[in-house]
């Protein structure tokens, strides 16, 4: 059985800064995407960034020069460095993987269960 499991969210000053991590955990072939996703209350959720196995990146435009993401393929691992973080960053961050299990079935998307990110003074 696949997990997700995410870790690093927390309070944080505007302008500061903070890492997230996501673990995928459990019978995993290969992982073609890994993503970061956040939720703010009363919102939609949101792509914030994606990485494919080529290490080719997208960001939203919200984003784009203040968060990086990378990923480490030998331990099926995903990072989210955000930097100048702003109140508006403020939600849940949900990773995101389309994996397989088996070579033979099709890749399959797994959402972890989030973690809160707040931005405050």
């Known amino acids: 059985q696949v997990q997700l499991v995410e870790s690093g969210g927390g309070l944080v000053q505007p302008g500061g800064s903070l890492r997230l991590s996501c673990a995928a955990s459990?019978?995993?072939?290969?992982?073609?995407?890994m993503a970061w996703y956040r939720q703010a209350p009363g919102n939609q959720r949101e792509l914030v960034a994606r990485v494919v196995s080529d290490d080719i990146t997208f960001y939203t435009d919200s984003v784009k020069g203040r968060f990086t993401i990378s990923r480490a393929n030998s331990q099926n691992m995903v990072y989210l460095q955000m930097n100048s973080l702003k109140p508006e960053d403020t939600a849940v961050y949900y990773c995101?993987?389309?994996?397989?299990?088996?070579?033979?079935?099709?890749?399959?998307?797994?959402w972890g269960q989030g973690t809160q990110v707040t931005v405050s003074s």
């Open positions: 995101y993987a389309i994996l397989q299990i088996q070579s033979t079935l099709a890749p399959k998307p797994y």
């Open positions: 459990g019978t995993i072939f290969n992982i073609p995407t």
